[in-house]
C-alpha cells in the first residue's frame, strides 16, 4: 500500500494532472492497483462540462498510465527515471466516470523488454469497467 507522499516520490506528476491517490495493492512485475477519488473540485470538470460534469476518458487513461508507472519504478527502481507514453490501443470508453465516483485502477504487465513496457488497463466504478486499453510506454533517464 503506498499513500500519496510515497506516490508523490515515484512520479513527477502535481497538481492537478496527479491522478492517482492511493496504490492499494502492487505485485513488482506483474500488477498493481490504484485508486483515484474523482471530486467535483477536479479542474476539468470546468470545461467538461459545466452543465454535466463527465471525467475525460484521455485523464482516465492518464490515471491508469500512472499506476503503470508506479509499478515499472516498483520492478526496476526509479532513481533519475521516468516513464514516457509510446502508444495507446484498444482504448474503450464503456461508463461515464462522474463526481463521487471512486476509481480503481488495474494495471497488469502484458510485456517487458528493455525499456520497452507493454500494460493493460482496466479503470472500474463499483466493479464495473469504465474504461480499458492497452497502452505502451518507455522507462528512461528523466533528461532525454
Known sequence: ??????????????????????????????KAVGIKNVTMNE??????????????GVLIIEALAQVAGILAF?????????VYFMSI?????????VP????RLDVSILQHRGSVWKFSGNALVEDKIAAEAEFTAMVADREI
Request: glycine share 6%.
Open 1 to 30: 500500500m503506498m499513500d500519496i507522499k510515497e506516490i508523490q516520490k515515484l512520479l513527477p506528476h502535481r497538481y492537478p494532472f496527479l491522478l492517482v491517490d492511493r496504490i492499494i495493492e502492487i505485485v513488482p512485475a506483474t
Open 100 to 103: 463521487g465516483d471512486q476509481l
Open 74 to 82: 516498483k520492478t526496476e527502481g526509479a532513481a533519475g527515471k521516468a
Open 43 to 56: 479542474e476539468f470538470f470546468r470545461g467538461h462540462f459545466p452543465d454535466q460534469p463527465i471525467m475525460p
Open 89 to 97: 490501443e484498444r482504448a474503450k470508453f464503456r461508463k461515464p466516470v
